[in-house]
């Protein structure tokens, strides 16, 4: 099955520079460009693509309000792609539902990869990027720690998973750490979603951060 994925960048080079790695693979197609927020969520709405690649920083309309509009809306998964700058605004892609994000700097099989994850419904969380990420952008929010609403309505194995996916662990990881299959583990991860009313893995990473379940 093909990935239908749309480019969002405010910079022409980088966006056709990434069209061009995502349509050399034979899995991929790339439907369609754009240049801000706005364009993106009224392209991704018309078009309806898997993922949206977002960029954080474009004019009028950014990318995490794009991502808060088209994850509310139920359009698509968004991948942001953004740079390492301990940026606020990428801590909102996260609040907003963003499925993942990625660097810039990374090169194009771990781009191809990460896109066909989020397309597949994971998250793109790998303790040697997101980990750090997320336990940067927690700790960098002024919080009083308040354990979230639904919290006690999760049994003991899916607080389990709960705090796994907090640590950045992928399912097959969570799988060889509770001793469990892989689909069980996908089963508790849409359960823990539903009950805290959370939209992505990646927020409940975040959340896993915030409500101190991890250290």
Known sequence: MTI??????????IRSGLAMILDNAPDIEVVAEAGDGASAVRKATALRPDVVLMDVRMPEVDGIEATRRLVADSVCAVLVL???DMDSYVYGALRAGASGFLLKSVDAPRLIDAIRVVAAGDGVIEPSVTRRLIHAFAAAQPREVV????????????????????EGLSNQQIARRLGIGEATVKTHVSRVLTKLDLRSRVQA???AQEAGLVG
């Open 4 to 13: 239908r994925v749309l480019v969002a960048d405010d910079h022409a080079a």
């Open 82 to 84: 953004t740079t390492f």
């Open 205 to 207: 990473a975040v959340l």
């Open 147 to 166: 354990p979230p609403p639904g919290l006690d309505q999760l049994t003991d194995r899916e607080s389990e998973v709960l705090v796994c996916v907090g």
